[in-house]
């Protein structure tokens, strides 16, 4: 992956409730190996990649920070987010988890930190947010936020603890919109990271309604589904390891989908079903 030396269009931003400005399209990390990792993030970077998730969970924040430390981009460019697993919830635990990831990725702060789970039947995730505040407050993460988290989690750790996460990842595609939790995100300033944005590379990217609207534009079904993304406010973090991918899901800000779009999307949302996090637990 290497080549002559590329000068990338700046990938829009949205201000996040702590100040902090995030990209507005990122990269996903899961299932690319350590091995892997620096190599591809290193590319990404060159041609404009700058928002770069990985997890403690991925096995593979040491390959992340070592493309992130190795590539052409200032260290204060990137916007750098990794994830508390399940065995790391709990007060004590989370500051542990912290040092653990920073020490993986070979970095001093982090941009955000998720809590990956909300794991509700360990009921720990309150205590997990207020140790992330005040990691947050020392300023080794820049932005902290949640993952998965429904909107009675939501309101619960700013009832107990009056802080508003700046980010929810959670798994949104056209088929999968969740409304609800978007409404509900929107009216108390949450910006949505949308994880598994593509479907995973799925039926959804075959779907005759996403080709159709990808043709009318001159587009690709995932730059089609990607604006989608967009065009509702939120944060796709599509994952490849494909170089011509990679430029693939960045050109995707030269074009709007039209209202007729939208209303032909919004007719897929029903047709895949989401992972419970009220159920769900991973350690
Ligand atoms: N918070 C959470 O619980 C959670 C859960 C899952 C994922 N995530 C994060 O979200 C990121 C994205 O989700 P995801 O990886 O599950 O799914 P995704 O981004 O929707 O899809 C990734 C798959 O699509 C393929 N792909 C990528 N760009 C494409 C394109 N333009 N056209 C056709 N196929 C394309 C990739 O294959 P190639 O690599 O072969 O191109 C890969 O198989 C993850 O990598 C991870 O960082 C978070």
Redesign the pocket.
């Given at each position: 992956m290497c080549g002559t030396t590329l000068t990338a269009a700046p990938v829009p931003a949205v201000l996040l409730n702590s100040g902090a400005t995030m990209p507005s399209v990122g990269l996903?990390?899961?299932?690319i190996p350590d091995a892997q990792a620096e190599s591809v993030i290193r590319w990404a970077a060159r041609i404009g990649y700058r928002l770069i998730?990985?997890?403690a969970s991925y096995g593979n924040e040491r390959g992340v920070g070592a493309g992130i430390r190795a590539a052409d981009v200032p260290r204060e460019d990137f916007f750098v987010v990794t994830?508390i697993r399940g065995r790391d919830h709990g007060y004590d635990a989370t500051a542990r988890a912290l040092e653990a990831s920073l020490d993986r990725l070979g970095l001093d702060y982090l941009d955000l930190f998720l809590i990956?789970?909300p794991l509700p039947r360990q009921d720990r995730y309150v205590d997990t947010w207020r140790a992330m505040a005040k990691l947050s407050a020392n300023g080794l993460v820049k932005s902290i936020g949640v993952?998965?988290f429904t909107p009675a989690h939501l309101d619960r750790l700013e009832q107990e603890t009056g802080i508003v996460p700046a980010v929810n990842?959670v798994?949104i595609?056209p088929r999968l919109a969740q409304t609800a939790w978007r409404e509900h995100a929107a009216d108390r300033g949450i910006v949505l990271q949308s994880?598994?944005?593509?479907?995973?590379?799925g039926s959804l990217?075959q779907d005759p309604v996403v080709e159709g609207i990808a043709d009318f534009h001159g587009k690709?079904?995932?730059q089609a589904v990607l604006r989608w993304h967009l065009d509702n406010g939120l944060v796709p973090?599509?994952?490849?390891?494909?170089p011509s991918?990679l430029a693939?899901?960045l050109g995707v800000f030269d074009f709007h989908l039209t209202s007729d779009d939208h209303r032909e999307l919004e007719l897929l949302d029903g047709a895949q079903s989401a992972m419970d996090p009220d159920t769900y637990e991973e350690f």
């Open positions: 996903g990390t899961y299932e998730d990985t997890a994830k990956h789970w993952s998965n990842q798994q595609n994880w598994g944005p593509l479907g995973h590379g990217l690709t079904a995932g973090i599509p994952k490849t390891k494909r991918r693939e899901n």
